[in-house]
Each structure stands twice: as C-alpha cells, then as structure tokens.
C-alpha cells in the first residue's frame, strides 16, 4: 500500500496533477520555515546588538559591592566578565571644577557594543576596544568643554592627579536614563582607590557584567536571580531601553504576520488544490471501486498518497527555506556586526509541521467525501458527487489554521485578529460575490450574444463562481496588502521615529529662562521647542494611607516610591499618550485638582481610578483623585511622565522644565554653545541613540520585505489556484461552443465578457479587503497611523481584470487550438 | 426494474438490449453490485451478492469482474500501461507491469505503452480499457455500451477485439448495447422495455 501511494504519487506529479497542492505546501513550509529560520537568527543578532545598550549580555547592579560568589560563578560558567562602579564626585582641573558622574571600569568593559574615543574636541571618532590606561581619565564633550581641557591637561579627581587621555564620545551603555545628567569622566578601576573616594557609606552603584553564549548567560541569570540579596538587581532588556523593545517587539509581529499570511494563503490554495484534485479524480476513484478496491484500501491509498505528498513538499519547502535564510543572511550581513549566530533546526520541525497539518486539515475531508462517491457513477453520469465546499467539510481546515496561526504568532491577540479578519472577508466576500451574481442575472440580460452568453455562464454554476471570486479577492487582498498597504504600514512605522525627532533633551531649564532659551534656540534654527513643566515630587500616601518601601515586594516598586518623580501639569493630553480608562481632564477636574496616571506604573502600585494620590514636594503637599490611566509610547523620543496633574493643582510648586528639539543637521557644536550660554542647564544628546534606533528600524524593515515575498508568492498561488479551478468546464464549453458553430471570436468574447465580471467583481472586492485589513493592523496591531492609499482602488480591479483576461485568452487558446472533438472528449 | 428473472451460465455470451432509459444500465449496475434493490437478489458465481457489505461486494468484484465503460474511464494522470497495471496493483499482486505490458500487445498499442489518454485516439483508448479488463482474468466481463463513444469502423474493430479476447479467456460476456448488430453477436439477447424484460432470443 505505501508503496502504491508513492507510485500513484509520483504518477499524479508527472501529469501535473499535484502542481498547485505541491506548491501551495512548498509555499507554506517554506514560508514558515524562513521567517523561523530567519526570525530565529535576527532575533538572536537583535538581541546581541539590543543587548549593547547594556554593555553586557547580563547587567547586575548593586548598592553595595558584588561578593565573590557571583563573580566566581561568571568565571566558573566559562562566562567573560566586567565591573563598573559609578558615583557622583567633583573633578578639578585648573581653576574651574565641576560635579562628573565618575564611572570605573575593568579591562573588557563593555561587553557588548565599543566606546568610541576622539583625541579632542570636534575631531572625528574611532571605535576602541580598551578602557582608560593607568593614570588616565576619559572625558566627555561636556566635561571637556565646560573645565576647559585638551588632551593632556592635568585633573584632579579626589586625591589623586591624572591626566586627559581621550574624549569619549560614545558609550552604548548609557541610555536616555535620567539619573546620568552630569557629564562623563571614567577612569580605571584600579585606579579608583588612588582617589580614596571609595569609602564606608559612599553612594556608589556597583555594576557586575557578563556575556557568553545564550544558554550559558539563561542558566546564569537564573541562577543568580535565585541569589539576589537588598539592593540587587537585574537588568534585562525589557526594563533597560523600552524604545528598543518596542522597536524589536514591532519588527517580530511584522514577521510573524509574514509568516501567518503565507499560512493563511497557501491553505487557501491547497484548499482549492484538494477541490480540484479530487474533482478529478472521482472518476479514477469510481473505477477503482468497479475493479474491486474497497473504500477503506482506497481512502488509505489515498491519505499515504497526501502523506507521501506532505513528506516530499516539507523536506522542499524547508531546503527551500534555508535557502532564502542564508541569502538574507547574506544580504544582511553588511548590515549587523558581527557574524549571525548560526540558525537552530527547529524551523524544519515547524516549517514540517505546518505542511503536515495545513494538507491533512484539508485534505482528508474530502477525501473522506470520496469514499460516498457511488461506484456507479460510472455507468450512470446522473449519479453526482457528493457536495463539496460545505463549510463543515473546512471546519478541520480551519481550525489547523487558526492552531497554526495561533502558534506562529505567540499570542491570541494577533492571531485572532488574522483569522477573524480573513475569516469575516471570506464571509463578506462570499455574501457580495453571490450576490453581484445574483444582481447581474437580473438586470444583465442586454447586449451582444457573446456578452449575454458570457454573463449566462456566470450565472449557471453561481456557486464555483462565487467560490472562484472569493478565491480571486483573497489572492488579490493577500498582493495588494503586501504591495501597496506594507509599504504605506513600513512608512507609517518609520514615521514613529521621523528623521526630525527631537534627539536632544534640555533638562533643568528655569522658568525665567525659558524666554531667552527659546530666543537662544530660534537663532540657531531649531524649529520646534517643546517644553514641559516638572516637579519633583514623591508619593508618599494613597487613600490617606501612607506608603513606603515596605509596602511593595517589587524591588523596582521599593526603589521608585523612595524616590522623586518627575511630574508635569497640563490641561492638554499629550499627543503621543493614549488613555485606556477613565476621560481626560474636564472642565470639573481642572477646577478641582485631578491626576493622570500611566498604566505600568498604576498596576505595580495598585492604583485605581477614583483612589486619591498624596505628593510631598518641596515640604508641601497637595492631592488629587485619579481620574484616567494612560499608555505612553517610549518609542516617541519625547519626554514621558507617569504622572501628569492639573496646572491649577501645581503652578504654584517650584518647576523647573523639560523641553525636547531636534537640532539642526551640521551643527555639531549647538550642544557645546548651549552649555556655554546657559551653564546650569543639562543638555541631554540621543542623536547617535536615534540613528541606532533608525539603523536598526530600517535594516528589520529591509529584512521583513524580503520575507514579505514568500507571501506575495503564495498570494499569486491562489490566484492561479482560483483560475485553474473552473478551467476544465470552460475547455468543455468552449468546445461546445464551437461545436454549436461559434466563431473563434465570439468564444474568446463569451469568455472575456464572464471573466470581466468576475475580474471587476474580485479585484473591487480585493481593494477593499486590503485596506480594512490594513487598517486594522496599523490601528489595532501596530499603533500606528493609518494611511490611506487611492492607489489601492485602482489597482485592485486592474489587476483582477488583467489576470481573469490573461487566463481567458491562455485557457481558451487552450480549447480553441484543438479540434473540438478532442477537448470533448477529454472532458467528458 | 421489476420482474427480472435473469440466469448466465459460465461462458455465455449476453446482450442486454433496450432503448435509452429502458434500464440497461441500471440492470448492469445491479449484476455488479453497484447499485443495490428495493428488493430481490443477485447470485455470483454462488456468492448472494446483497447478502455481503460493500465491502465484500468489492472483493468478489476484484476476483471475478472486469468492466469495459462507453466513456472508457482511464485515468487521466495515468499512461496507458499504468492504467492496465493499476487493477493488479490494487489487488496486490506481482508482475504487474509486465503481465500490464503484455496485455497492452495483445491489444495492438504495444507501441504506446507510456501514451496518456488524451494523446490516444478514442479507438486506442478503448482497447486499453480492454486490456485492463482481460488483465485480471476475470470469470465475467461487463461490458456497457463499448461502442457509444466511437464512430462505426471503430467500433466494429474494438467489438472484433473484444469477442476474440472473450473467447480466447473462457470469459463469460454481458453487453449491454442499443445496437442490434452487435448484440447479434452475443448468443442470447434480452430485450428490455420500461424497466421489465420483453422478451429473449
């Protein structure tokens, strides 16, 4: 019996009996196993390459210094290893002084990711792989500028003398976090206890890094998060840079939902493969019956053959796969540092699975329909088939779809959303294309003969019809959604992070300088100043009952209640901060006293609307009930604040303000001039953190278009599924067209003038599904901006009418280059 | 279909003749278990076909039936030499492809063992559904309207065809036709009229 199957495999493969199964499947399983493969090795490079912003694969930070357990146990693990210790102190150098974040670290720092040293100001840059050398300091563009020192100058650094070394113009470690206002002096740590500034009851921040490879650094995190005492902490990731993350998080749901629109279509074209596959064959089946084969010998025959089928297109689908993976490795490899780790096999096992489960889904229910086919059909044409493309005979389809679907995606939300989207069109679709059906046979009754034929045609077997048109608009969505609508999504997401972004931060501004600020600014051709008002304030009560650090078991909860937050006023919401409870301040509110509170912030401290906050600022205090919970975007390079109150409630606290700009391209020294003109103010630089972001954005953009293309490749698939699906009859029927006496042109008219119907109808039908589908992702899925697209409309029907009529011309070609008789015959 | 009392001895040649829609078909497709009765049985080769499940009813047909159609029936994706083997792959037996082969030489198309259907004449597609009938030696060979698709020298080759290799097999014959030279040929002919028999000769 196996080996049967394979024989009526391969035999069924060489008349090409198998071509779009075969393909749909390879589609399928190759798409899959791309994406996977790929997405495995980016998101392994991606996170290396994230993972800079730490320095270290693994960032331990302590208030007090690391025991030598967890430094043994880096070594132990065959780990590489680096310390740090940060503290705040005042550097001398000649007459001027100023407070440094002092930063000390051991050979090897960073782990992950290269300072960048200049040997002085304004003078370009080079990557280096060492730390400061004994008896010298690194400074900062701030530093040197504002104590006015050059390479080799002396300074003064508690007790001890060095001298200026280099300027530092990059770390990747140092983030946007506000706690790094002061400018930058590191130093070697085994020169830091020549300062004697270590001492009993400093404030130094103790940073223990390691790196290796993945598995190692998973147990090792595991292992010490099991050991973590007071005031020890982890940092990962997700809590280190957000607007990373959701870069990353973003860039994986656009690959994913790569992946799921390859599934979605090739199970649409295997669905019709199957349909035709055993519309053909229920003849065979028939005669194999009168020959004796019983139907459970032939169902089984038939399920190794699929199965045999399933084997062949998996193991081609996942060569395929690896194929494309290595070339957008290749392609990328100019693009991400480093060698890409190499790709796992689990990508053959799902990209396998996929092909596996998407054929049996489909397939074995009709193929359970053959078994009613009657034996006699074939002494009897009037015995018919069984009904086909009942919804229940898809059921298992489409519940291998939604698994699948729900497995590629990792999560229900995105998931559902792809199923419900394309099962609410095949509905939609449905629906519209009967009825157009229905429309065009009542009123379509006018016009030439080949025109009215034609349109008769249409109307004689509405049901393959309207299957045909569906399949056609799914096909069409599927190439308009991945032509036209990516590319508006791709644009809208680049559009989180324009190339005027605000990429410097303005910190500590008083409020009588904002005038001569702005003016400051203006003059040198920044555009935009947004500024925001800030107080410090600490939470100190909710509901009239006191918190504290006891309270919460959360450590990032202890640390943040003790300390200030930053807190704003404003009566407008800001733009980028969208509200998931409650309504913005009203009229009542803003008369009152009312605070808004971010959602992360809200769950870690239990706060809910209507519960009344207590801040204690500058010795005074003053509350407000909550009334909306807000989401910030950390992707907006703008300022965030988890608390914004009334302006009534806080005009009178002392403020300082926040303002954000984008400077002007070339003018290297705006930051160093501003320093100058407004000496206490801190000027914040993330322009070379923005173009990381926007190098990053852009690379996964080129990457997620390359994968893009499988998808389009199955999307083209239904589409010659879709038209290979009545072609038999409408060989039959151009055949007896001209048997009937019909001219060669009225049959090519006859044919045109159905697929024209069918064409408009489908590519109209494509348009829209696109577009609402686009809509949805960008609103619902990605967060971003929805644009409209005119060129969608136009394109859709175009291309439905260029396709149907290409194939009309190509099919009946097909019947009209042989005698009739034969084409009769055949189809008979 | 009533009143149809009906015996074929080993060997026999029958033709069952009638107009369209007279039942021939139905009739033939009751003598091979494809169809079932309200009521009423069928014995082969002393087996009750209706007593046994469908099946059983295949099996016996695997042993004892080869079929000739009027629209041939080959199957498309198949050449002809796979189209003859596909009855003895089936049933699982050895040497298909040579027993296949040799059948295919009898019938005249030793030359287009690796044709496909659509590139034989109809003629030649209906000596290899010959083939692929005789192939399995069957005890009773059903033939329905073999001719209906073929012009009349053509046809009159394959029914020549047909009756050489029944006789050559000891194969018992029925054939069901509406044309009453070929049903000359058969010793018994059963005329059918509205579903009853109207008479033998």
């Given at each position: 019996?196996?080996?049967l199957?394979?024989?009526?495999?391969?035999?069924?493969a060489r008349?090409g009996e198998l071509?779009?199964l075969a393909?749909g499947?390879?589609?399928?399983v190759g798409g899959?196993?791309s994406?996977?493969?790929f997405?495995?090795?980016?998101r392994q490079?991606?996170?290396?390459?994230a993972?800079q912003?730490?320095g270290?694969d693994?960032?331990m930070t302590?208030?007090h210094?690391?025991?030598?357990?967890?430094?043994?146990?880096?070594?132990?693990?065959?780990l590489?290893?680096?310390?740090?210790m940060?503290?705040?102190?005042?550097?001398?150098?000649?007459?001027?002084t100023?407070l440094?974040?002092?930063?000390a670290?051991s050979?090897g720092y960073?782990l992950?990711?290269?300072?960048?040293?200049?040997?002085?100001?304004?003078v370009?840059?080079?990557d280096t792989d060492?730390?400061?050398p004994?008896g010298?300091?690194?400074?900062?563009e701030?530093?040197?500028?504002a104590?006015?020192?050059?390479q080799?100058?002396?300074?003064e650094?508690?007790?001890?003398?060095?001298r200026?070394?280099?300027?530092?113009?990059?770390?990747?470690?140092?983030?946007?976090s506000f706690?790094?206002f002061a400018?930058?002096l590191m130093?070697r740590?085994e020169d830091?206890?020549a300062?004697?500034?270590?001492?009993?009851g400093?404030?130094?921040?103790?940073q223990?890094?390691?790196?290796?490879?993945?598995?190692?650094?998973?147990?090792?995190?595991?292992?010490?998060r099991?050991?973590?005492?007071?005031g020890?902490?982890?940092?990962?990731?997700?809590?280190a840079r957000?607007?990373?993350?959701?870069?990353?998080d973003r860039?994986?749901?656009f690959?994913g939902?790569?992946?799921?629109?390859a599934?979605?279509?090739?199970a649409?074209a295997?669905?019709?493969?199957?349909?035709r596959?055993?519309?053909?064959?229920?003849?065979?089946y028939?005669?194999?019956?009168?020959m004796?084969?019983?139907?459970?010998q032939?169902f089984?025959l038939?399920?190794?053959?699929?199965?045999?089928l399933?084997l062949?297109?998996s193991?081609a689908g996942?060569v395929?796969?690896?194929?494309v993976q290595t070339l957008?490795?290749?392609?990328?490899a100019?693009?991400i540092?480093?060698?890409?780790?190499?790709?796992?096999?689990?990508?053959?096992w799902?990209g396998?699975?996929?092909g596996?489960?998407?054929?049996?889904?489909?397939?074995?229910p009709?193929?359970?329909q053959l078994?009613?086919?009657p034996a006699?059909?074939v002494?009897r044409?009037?015995v018919?088939?069984?009904?086909q493309?009942?919804l229940?005979?898809y059921?298992?389809?489409?519940?291998?779809?939604?698994?699948?679907?729900l497995?590629?995606a990792g999560?229900?939300?995105?998931?559902?959303?792809v199923?419900?989207g394309?099962a609410?069109a095949?509905g939609l679709?449905a629906?519209?294309?009967?009825?157009a059906?229905?429309l065009i046979g009542r009123f379509?009754?006018?016009?030439?003969?080949?025109?009215?034929y034609?349109?008769a045609n249409?109307l004689?077997?509405?049901?393959?019809?309207?299957?045909q048109?569906?399949?056609i608009a799914v096909g069409?969505?599927?190439?308009?959604?991945?032509?036209?609508?990516?590319?508006?999504?791709?644009?809208a997401?680049r559009?989180r992070?324009?190339?005027?972004a605000?990429?410097?931060?303005l910190?500590n501004?008083?409020?009588?300088q904002r005038?001569?600020l702005?003016e400051?600014?203006e003059r040198?051709?920044v555009?935009?100043?947004q500024?925001?008002?800030?107080?410090?304030?600490?939470?100190?009560?909710?509901n009239?009952?006191p918190?504290g650090a006891?309270d919460?078991?959360?450590?990032?909860?202890?640390r943040q209640?003790?300390?200030e937050f930053?807190v704003t006023?404003l009566s407008?919401?800001?733009?980028?901060?969208?509200l998931t409870e409650?309504?913005?301040?009203?009229?009542?509110?803003?008369?009152r006293?009312?605070v808004?509170?971010?959602h992360?912030?809200?769950e870690?401290?239990?706060?809910?609307?209507?519960?009344t906050?207590?801040?204690l600022?500058a010795g005074?205090?003053f509350?407000?009930?909550?009334?909306s919970v807000r989401?910030l975007?950390?992707?907006?390079m703008?300022?965030n604040?988890f608390?914004i109150?009334?302006?009534?409630l806080?005009?009178s606290f002392?403020?300082?303000?926040?303002?954000s700009?984008?400077?002007?391209?070339?003018d290297?020294?705006?930051?160093?001039?501003l320093s100058?003109?407004?000496?206490?103010?801190?000027?914040i630089?993330v322009?070379?953190?923005?173009?990381?972001?926007?190098?990053?954005?852009?690379q996964?953009?080129?990457?997620?278009?390359l994968?893009?293309l499988f998808?389009?490749?199955?999307?083209?698939?239904?589409?010659?599924?879709?038209l290979?699906?009545?072609?038999?009859?409408?060989?039959?029927?151009?055949?007896?067209?001209?048997a009937l006496?019909?001219?060669?042109a009225q049959?090519l008219?006859?044919?045109?003038a159905?697929?024209a119907v069918?064409?408009?109808i489908?590519?109209?039908?494509?348009s829209f599904?696109a577009t609402?589908i686009?809509w949805?992702?960008?609103t619902?899925?990605f967060?971003l901006?929805?644009?409209w697209d005119?060129w969608v409309?136009?394109?859709g029907p175009?291309?439905?009418?260029a396709?149907v009529v290409l194939n009309?011309w190509a099919?009946?070609?097909?019947?009209?280059?042989?005698p009739p008789?034969a084409?009769?015959?055949?189809?008979? | 279909?009533?009143?149809i009392?009906l015996?074929v001895?080993?060997?026999?040649?029958v033709a069952i003749v009638?107009?369209?829609?007279s039942?021939?078909s139905?009739?033939l497709?009751l003598?091979?278990g494809?169809?079932?009765?309200?009521?009423?049985?069928?014995q082969?080769?002393?087996?009750d076909?209706?007593?046994?499940?469908?099946?059983?009813?295949?099996?016996?047909r695997?042993?004892l039936?080869?079929?000739?159609?009027?629209?041939?029936?080959?199957?498309?994706a198949?050449?002809a030499?796979?189209n003859?083997?596909?009855?003895?792959?089936?049933?699982?037996e050895?040497?298909?492809a040579d027993?296949?082969?040799?059948m295919?030489s009898?019938?005249g198309l030793?030359e287009?063992?690796?044709?496909?259907?659509?590139?034989?004449s109809?003629g030649?597609?209906?000596?290899v559904?010959l083939a692929?009938?005789?192939v399995t030696?069957?005890?009773?060979l059903l033939?329905d309207?073999p001719?209906g698709n073929l012009?009349?020298?053509?046809?009159?080759g394959?029914?020549?065809?047909?009756?050489?290799?029944?006789?050559?097999a000891h194969?018992?014959?029925?054939?069901?036709t509406?044309?009453?030279?070929?049903?000359g040929?058969?010793?018994?002919?059963?005329?059918l009229?509205?579903?009853r028999?109207d008479g033998?000769?």
């Amino acid at each position: 019996m196996l080996r049967l199957a394979l024989r009526m495999l391969l035999r069924d493969a060489r008349a090409g009996e198998l071509r779009v199964l075969a393909l749909g499947l390879v589609l399928a399983v190759g798409g899959i196993a791309s994406v996977a493969f790929f997405a495995d090795r980016v998101r392994q490079a991606l996170t290396r390459e994230a993972h800079q912003v730490l320095g270290a694969d693994v960032l331990m930070t302590a208030d007090h210094a690391w025991t030598p357990e967890f430094r043994d146990e880096i070594a132990r693990r065959g780990l590489s290893r680096a310390e740090s210790m940060n503290f705040v102190s005042m550097a001398r150098a000649g007459n001027e002084t100023l407070l440094a974040a002092v930063k000390a670290v051991s050979p090897g720092y960073p782990l992950r990711g290269k300072l960048r040293i200049a040997p002085g100001l304004n003078v370009p840059d080079s990557d280096t792989d060492a730390v400061p050398p004994r008896g010298m300091v690194w400074l900062d563009e701030r530093m040197m500028a504002a104590l006015k020192v050059g390479q080799g100058d002396a300074i003064e650094v508690g007790r001890a003398r060095f001298r200026v070394g280099a300027v530092l113009t990059l770390e990747p470690d140092r983030g946007v976090s506000f706690m790094n206002f002061a400018p930058r002096l590191m130093v070697r740590l085994e020169d830091l206890p020549a300062t004697g500034l270590v001492q009993p009851g400093s404030r130094i921040n103790y940073q223990l890094l390691a790196a290796g490879e993945r598995e190692g650094i998973r147990q090792f995190e595991q292992w010490a998060r099991a050991r973590l005492g007071r005031g020890e902490r982890i940092d990962s990731l997700e809590n280190a840079r957000p607007e990373v993350r959701a870069g990353l998080d973003r860039a994986q749901s656009f690959l994913g939902l790569t992946a799921m629109l390859a599934v979605v279509l090739s199970a649409v074209a295997i669905a019709l493969g199957t349909r035709r596959y055993t519309q053909r064959h229920l003849d065979g089946y028939a005669v194999m019956r009168c020959m004796g084969a019983s139907q459970s010998q032939l169902f089984a025959l038939f399920t190794w053959e699929f199965l045999w089928l399933a084997l062949a297109a998996s193991f081609a689908g996942c060569v395929l796969g690896f194929g494309v993976q290595t070339l957008v490795a290749w392609w990328l490899a100019a693009l991400i540092p480093g060698t890409l780790p190499p790709p796992g096999l689990s990508p053959v096992w799902q990209g396998a699975a996929t092909g596996f489960v998407l054929l049996l889904g489909f397939a074995l229910p009709p193929l359970l329909q053959l078994k009613e086919v009657p034996a006699l059909r074939v002494i009897r044409r009037d015995v018919g088939p069984p009904r086909q493309g009942a919804l229940a005979v898809y059921i298992m389809g489409l519940a291998a779809v939604f698994g699948l679907l729900l497995w590629h995606a990792g999560e229900l939300n995105l998931a559902s959303y792809v199923f419900g989207g394309f099962a609410a069109a095949f509905g939609l679709f449905a629906a519209i294309a009967y009825g157009a059906l229905r429309l065009i046979g009542r009123f379509g009754r006018t016009g030439s003969v080949s025109w009215r034929y034609g349109l008769a045609n249409l109307l004689r077997r509405p049901h393959a019809n309207a299957v045909q048109i569906v399949a056609i608009a799914v096909g069409l969505t599927a190439i308009l959604l991945l032509t036209t609508i990516r590319g508006d999504l791709l644009d809208a997401w680049r559009e989180r992070l324009p190339p005027d972004a605000p990429d410097r931060f303005l910190v500590n501004i008083q409020p009588e300088q904002r005038q001569a600020l702005s003016e400051f600014l203006e003059r040198n051709g920044v555009e935009r100043l947004q500024a925001f008002p800030m107080v410090r304030a600490r939470l100190v009560a909710i509901n009239g009952k006191p918190v504290g650090a006891e309270d919460y078991s959360e450590e990032r909860a202890k640390r943040q209640i003790e300390r200030e937050f930053n807190v704003t006023y404003l009566s407008a919401l800001p733009a980028d901060n969208k509200l998931t409870e409650g309504a913005w301040f009203g009229a009542g509110d803003l008369a009152r006293g009312a605070v808004s509170i971010e959602h992360w912030i809200a769950e870690r401290f239990g706060i809910r609307i209507g519960d009344t906050l207590e801040f204690l600022s500058a010795g005074r205090s003053f509350s407000a009930p909550v009334t909306s919970v807000r989401t910030l975007d950390w992707g907006s390079m703008r300022p965030n604040f988890f608390f914004i109150t009334t302006p009534a409630l806080l005009e009178s606290f002392p403020a300082s303000y926040i303002a954000s700009f984008h400077a002007p391209a070339g003018d290297a020294l705006l930051t160093l001039r501003l320093s100058q003109a407004f000496p206490n103010l801190t000027v914040i630089d993330v322009s070379v953190i923005l173009r990381q972001l926007q190098f990053v954005m852009d690379q996964l953009i080129g990457a997620v278009q390359l994968v893009f293309l499988f998808a389009l490749g199955a999307g083209v698939l239904v589409l010659y599924a879709a038209l290979l699906a009545t072609q038999d009859e409408r060989t039959h029927e151009a055949a007896v067209m001209r048997a009937l006496g019909a001219s060669r042109a009225q049959v090519l008219a006859a044919q045109r003038a159905e697929f024209a119907v069918l064409g408009a109808i489908a590519g109209l039908l494509g348009s829209f599904g696109a577009t609402a589908i686009g809509w949805t992702l960008a609103t619902r899925v990605f967060q971003l901006d929805f644009i409209w697209d005119g060129w969608v409309w136009l394109a859709g029907p175009a291309l439905g009418l260029a396709c149907v009529v290409l194939n009309a011309w190509a099919g009946a070609r097909a019947a009209l280059g042989r005698p009739p008789i034969a084409a009769l015959r055949e189809a008979s | 279909m009533q009143d149809i009392s009906l015996e074929v001895m080993p060997g026999e040649a029958v033709a069952i003749v009638g107009a369209s829609g007279s039942g021939k078909s139905t009739l033939l497709g009751l003598l091979a278990g494809l169809d079932t009765p309200n009521s009423g049985q069928v014995q082969l080769d002393g087996a009750d076909l209706f007593g046994l499940d469908e099946d059983g009813r295949a099996a016996l047909r695997a042993r004892l039936l080869g079929f000739v159609f009027q629209s041939f029936q080959l199957l498309p994706a198949l050449n002809a030499v796979e189209n003859v083997m596909l009855p003895l792959e089936l049933a699982g037996e050895a040497g298909a492809a040579d027993r296949a082969a040799k059948m295919l030489s009898r019938v005249g198309l030793g030359e287009r063992l690796r044709h496909y259907p659509k590139t034989l004449s109809g003629g030649e597609q209906q000596r290899v559904a010959l083939a692929r009938a005789f192939v399995t030696q069957p005890k009773l060979l059903l033939a329905d309207e073999p001719t209906g698709n073929l012009d009349a020298a053509t046809g009159a080759g394959v029914i020549e065809l047909m009756f050489e290799m029944n006789a050559e097999a000891h194969t018992t014959l029925v054939l069901v036709t509406h044309d009453e030279a070929i049903a000359g040929r058969c010793r018994r002919k059963i005329r059918l009229v509205a579903g009853r028999i109207d008479g033998e000769g």
